[in-house]
């Protein structure tokens, strides 16, 4: 059983363990090392919609959201990070995670999530349209990870109940 709960401190070393199983992958983001730190990766993250996947007492993947820009206007508007450990990819994680991400967003008040995804990244793209997210655009040649051009889509799902006056 899998049981979506806060991340906490005592979570950090599992996370960073997801992160950097995520980054070795070469299909998750532009980053070459996980924050050193909880302080570190607390500092980057919203203090809401910071979730981890527990089962058996062990975290299996989390999903946090950042801040988009510190300018008013976009006071309702956050990135999704999610990541799901090497282990448990395939089981329906991500998708329990990122529903309660949104969950949460929307509690907070965030009328629009939005996320980065490299266009090579297949899984990553069904888990965020499964979950209402949609393609708006393409960055191409964005960015380079270990010499290689990376194009990146940028999915938004806007929400249907904040937002909407």
């Given at each position: 059983m899998i049981a979506i709960v806060k991340t906490r401190p005592e979570h950090w070393e599992e996370v960073r363990r997801i992160h950097l199983e995520g980054i070795a992958t070469g299909k998750a983001t532009f980053e070459t090392d996980a924050a050193p730190s909880w302080e570190a990766w607390s500092r980057d993250h919203l203090e809401f919609g910071r979730l981890v996947a527990v089962r058996d007492g062990r975290v299996v993947g989390w999903a946090a959201l950042?801040?988009?820009?510190?300018?008013?206007?976009?006071?309702?508007?956050?990135?999704?990070?999610?990541?799901?450990?090497?282990?448990?990819?395939?089981?329906g994680i991500g998708s329990k995670l990122l529903a309660a991400l949104i969950e949460e967003s929307e509690c907070e008040g965030i009328w629009t999530l939005q996320a980065g995804v490299f266009a090579d990244n297949d899984q990553s793209i069904a888990l965020h349209e499964k979950c209402g997210f949609r393609i708006v655009g393409r960055r191409e040649r964005l960015g380079r990870l270990h010499g290689a051009w990376k194009d990146v889509l940028l999915l938004e799902r806007r929400s249907d109940r904040v937002g909407i006056d």
């Open positions: 950042t801040l988009v820009s510190d300018r008013c206007v976009y006071a309702g508007v956050a990135e999704v990070s999610v990541y799901i450990g090497v282990d448990a990819r395939g089981q």
